[in-house]
């Protein structure tokens, strides 16, 4: 299996700085390739990368169009290339800052490359700067509201706040309350500054690859009952915990399983409607074939929105009625189940 990284950031967040710095701390035996994707028809990044080290080390541009969307075949066809001639053990991708990276793991993960491609650690850059007081909930016209940086956020395992040497203890103060916040939780937050890390987090499994025995649907370590079972051939485990007055309970499944969003927001809507079920909260993040949906309901509303989490498919169902009788919605959850 080739280790392979993706490097994600925004215009100017370090990502190239990183590579240069990884670059020379790379084992001299290691055979490595970098993709670079630039937005703009004129290369500039893969020059700057060059180190005259044409032994061990290829690099490749692809530039005038993101490879998450428009040049995504041609990220395919490179891909394909590079590992045919020249059988890197480390590929490092670094996406154009103004893409929208998912696409960018659906096409790591498809049938073929799977199979030769494992998901190394999905490192996020940003400039530590960019968190004042007032983007700890961004404003609409905010950089930190676009749907990129979104992306880019969701799918880090690790996020690196960049640029340390320019900020204040308030800008990773505000920069943490943000990111805390995010589900599924982070690997690490780093800081650096010129965009140096120890290459070591190169190594790290990404959250896409890992498996979930240990870990709850919040993320959390659960130390209460948790369990496996068959579903038509499919491995899901089922997790409970209490705290309180309150108890949860919820499901893991593999990402290739696929819900209808339409019956699963039916289902969810007849489970608040229900005085009798008493559930307080739901979330979720499922694969609906075409997208990736986060469901979150409370108070009989239920919000929906895309999600670029892409590891697996998890519900989480939380009641203050402990003698609920969760079989009965463990089989109407399974039943939304469109393919496994």
């Not at 180190?51 to 998450?68: A, F, N, P, V």
């Not at 940003?126 to 007081?133: E, M």
């Amino acid at each position: 299996m080739i280790d392979t990284n993706l490097i994600i950031g925004r215009l100017g967040s370090g990502k190239t700085t990183a590579i240069k710095h990884f670059l020379k701390n790379k084992p001299e035996n290691e055979n490595w390739a970098i993709i670079i994707n630039e937005f703009g028809q004129i290369g500039i990044d893969a020059a700057l990368l060059n180190t005259g080290d044409s032994d061990s080390l290829t690099i490749t541009e692809i530039s005038g169009g993101c490879i998450c969307c428009a040049a995504q075949t041609q990220l395919r066809v490179t891909l394909t290339k590079l590992i045919r001639q020249y059988r890197p053990e480390r590929i490092i991708i670094e996406a154009t800052g103004l893409g929208h990276p998912a696409g960018i793991i659906d096409l790591l993960r498809d049938e073929y490359l799977q199979r030769i491609i494992s998901i190394n650690s999905i490192i996020t850059f940003i400039d530590v700067t960019l968190f004042t007081q007032s983007s700890t909930k961004p404003s609409a016209n905010s950089a930190l509201a676009s749907e990129s940086f979104s992306q880019q956020l969701q799918l880090a395992d690790i996020i690196v706040l960049n640029k340390s040497d320019l900020s204040t203890d308030a800008h990773f103060q505000h920069a943490n309350s943000y990111l805390q916040r995010l589900y599924p939780k982070k690997q690490t937050i780093l800081s650096a500054t010129q965009a140096q890390i120890d290459i070591k987090w190169l190594s790290h499994i990404s959250n896409v690859e890992q498996d979930n025995a240990l870990s709850g649907p919040t993320g959390a370590q659960y130390h209460s009952a948790s369990d496996a079972f068959d579903f038509k051939g499919l491995s899901i485990q089922r997790f409970r915990s209490e705290s309180g007055h309150y108890f949860s309970f919820g499901y893991i499944l593999p990402a290739s399983a696929v819900f209808n969003r339409i019956q699963m927001l039916n289902f969810i809507h007849g489970l608040l409607q229900d005085q009798s079920i008493s559930i307080e909260r739901l979330k979720a993040v499922l694969n609906c074939r075409q997208h990736w949906y986060g469901f979150n309901a409370v108070n009989n509303k239920t919000s929906v929105t895309e999600s670029f989490y892409r590891r697996d498919n998890r519900i989480e169902f939380i009641s203050a009625n402990k003698q609920l009788c969760t079989e009965q919605i463990e089989h109407g959850f399974l039943c939304q189940l469109t393919s496994i």
